[in-house]
């Protein structure tokens, strides 16, 4: 197996209505936040179906999947470091698992649209760094993310802290979010609205107390995500400046 066969099989899969659905539905026109970006019209589903396939490739070959013009193609390279993170983690090994750590970090120039972040990076970058670093050193290299000029850094930022809270801990992603509530880009304000959200579901009063305190500084998209699952009543509440 290689990467020209799993290409190839993924062009099979290619669908033109699909294609230009998703042109639009990604944002690739002029000035968007995925301009030019380039679609086969190959469905989720069958990008998983054909990454496990394909779970053997090595880093070479999986770098030259994250270089390819097409989004199906990077998506497919990073449904496969997910499937081998998880499986050097089955298998406790630790190098491998910092392996895929840093070849991520690396190659994350390439991880450029909100679906590439969302689906990979907790489940591989966020891991490590809950399991693997000091809390001082997880800051800073968050921090440093959310404070990137890029768009996807900034989401990345974000969206890895979803490992966090899943762990019970709240403190990254509440920090993140007091950072980007000034980001120019509503894609991240919806993504901080949802990490919010995620906090509310495991401690509902952490995330009240934090919207008490900020909620008149936060963007309303960021506010109107966090609050989706609170009663109507309470929801116009915390709306009501």
Request: contains cysteine; positive net charge.
């Amino acid at each position: 197996m290689n990467i020209d066969s799993l290409i190839k099989e993924l062009k099979k899969l290619g669908n033109i209505e699909r294609s230009e659905h998703s042109k639009y539905f990604f944002k690739t026109g002029k000035g968007e936040y995925g301009e030019g970006d380039l679609f086969i019209g190959a469905t989720v589903p069958e990008c998983r179906a054909i990454s496990k396939k394909y779970k053997d490739l090595d880093k070479k070959s999986i770098l030259e999947l994250l270089k390819n013009p097409y989004h199906e193609v990077r998506l497919v390279a990073l449904h496969i470091l997910v499937l081998q993170y998880e499986e050097a983690t089955k298998l406790k090994n630790d190098k491998e698992r910092e392996v895929i750590f840093n070849f991520y970090f690396k190659n994350k120039k390439y991880i450029n649209n909100w679906d590439l972040v969302d689906t990979s990076v907790y489940k591989i970058f966020g891991n490590y760094l809950f399991e693997n670093k000091k809390a001082s050193e997880i800051k800073e290299i968050l921090t440093s993310l959310s404070n990137s000029k890029n768009l996807w850094d900034r989401r990345i930022s974000i969206v890895s802290t979803y490992t966090f809270i899943k762990k019970g801990v709240f403190s990254h992603s509440l920090d993140i979010v007091l950072i980007l509530k000034n980001d120019k880009e509503d894609l991240n304000h919806k993504a901080c609205g949802w990490m919010l959200r995620e906090v509310g579901k495991k401690d509902e009063n952490v995330l009240k107390n934090f919207l008490q305190k900020h909620k008149n500084s936060l963007p309303r998209t960021t506010l109107r995500y966090a609050i989706e699952r609170f009663p109507e009543a309470e929801r116009k509440q915390f709306l009501a400046k």
